[in-house]
């Protein structure tokens, strides 16, 4: 499901970007199952009177020069996270 949504959103954008939770552990793992890169940018933001900081993930659109099965669901993800 979610590389149908990336796929989706690649239709009309060349990255997506995700904010997480510093202390957000699953999710970050979740972003790196995913494929995304985890950058060097923080954001702070105060939602509902609390100050939070958030890690900075990026998952860029494949070219066909480096496109793989994995991008279109036919082989396993799990191979580009080791």
Do not use: C, W
């Amino acid at each position: 499901m979610k590389r149908l949504m990336l796929d989706y959103a690649f239709r009309f954008v060349d990255r997506v970007i995700f904010l997480v939770g510093i202390d957000n552990i699953r999710s970050q793992k979740a972003m790196s199952k995913v494929g995304a890169i985890l950058t060097e940018r923080r954001i702070q933001r105060t939602l509902h009177g609390t100050s939070s900081e958030f890690m900075i993930f990026e998952i860029r659109k494949p070219t066909d020069a480096n496109a793989t099965k994995s991008s279109h669901g036919n082989e396993d993800s799990r191979a580009s996270v080791r």
